[in-house]
């Protein structure tokens, strides 16, 4: 299955979780496992360095900001 097709698929499921209908097939725990490593990479980009997983997430929100200031220049 294409790639479009697995988070079709997780979305469909999380909206039917969501109603009641069934049981979510990713848990939540690994939406945040991958928005941590998501951070991580980001963050590491960035600062042009290594970082630790989980991120300080106020340096993260921070480099963020600024990220955000710089896009809205451009």
């Given amino acids: 299955a294409s790639s479009f097709r697995l988070y079709q698929e997780m979305l469909e499921n999380f909206a039917a979780a ?6 979510l ?18 963050l590491s980009a960035w600062k042009h360095m290594p970082v630790s997983v ?5 340096e993260y ?4 900001r600024k990220a955000s200031e710089k896009e809205k220049k451009s």
């Fill in 61 to 64: 929100a921070e480099y963020l």
């Fill in 25 to 42: 097939i990713v848990p939540g725990s690994e939406g945040i496992a991958s928005l941590a490593i998501t951070n991580a990479a980001y």
């Fill in 18 to 23: 969501v109603n009641g209908e069934e049981e």
């Fill in 54 to 58: 989980p991120v300080d997430q106020e």
